[in-house]
């Protein structure tokens, strides 16, 4: 055989094997790795209900337990473009799933100490850092823009402009529809 040919075969089988790693293995690394950090929140949840005298049956418990859940099974789904989608969406609807999300989260947290509202609160916005990474690990250009950022360090500064912007609230109304099981309209974000 010519030495090109097998430069040209062996470049091939490279770029084969390197697309076979990044864009197969990787994305089922990530997905993984996402779902157990998930995993891991709710169970420091349920560890650390009781010492702090959060009834597991309190409104405030319930809901966050019911949106990591659902956020656990419709992690597979999420990527930039379904994101964009359920923002988008959202805000066409006057952002009534998101409000709705947000009045409930704050009706629950009501009743609960300030201590465990921050704790409660933080517990939501560690699960919005494992989503934001995981969808940022899951395109191509978004994983680009990450890596120069985490170059930068600065993503830790974009995490905390999103968190407290609140703009995951649509994402979190519709992982606690999944987490509930309830059946969705037509419209919404999950049979995009």
């Known amino acids: ?113 300030p201590d465990n509202k921050r704790y409660l609160e933080n517990i939501r916005k560690r699960m919005h850092v494992v989503i934001l990474r995981h969808i940022a690990y899951s395109s191509i250009f978004l994983s680009t823009v990450v890596t120069a950022a985490i170059f930068l360090r600065s993503t830790k500064y974009i995490a905390k402009a999103v968190l407290l912007g609140g703009t995951l609230s649509a994402v979190d109304a519709e992982a606690k529809y999944v987490g509930t099981g309830e059946r969705r309209c037509s419209h919404t974000p999950a049979h995009v």
């Open 1 to 113: 055989m010519n030495n090109a040919l097998i430069t040209v075969l062996l470049n091939m089988m490279l770029i084969t094997g390197i697309w076979w790693l990044l864009f197969i293995e990787m994305k089922s690394y990530r997905l993984d790795l996402s779902r157990q950090k998930l995993f891991n929140i709710r169970d420091t949840l349920f560890k650390n209900a009781p010492d702090r005298d959060i009834p597991y049956d309190s409104d405030a418990y319930t809901l966050m337990r019911t949106t990591i859940n659902g956020m656990i099974q419709f992690t597979h789904k999420l990527s930039f473009i379904r994101l964009i989608t359920i923002l988008v969406i959202d805000k066409k609807l006057g952002g009534k799933r998101s409000s709705q999300f947000d009045n409930s989260m704050a009706a629950a947290l009501e009743n609960v100490s």
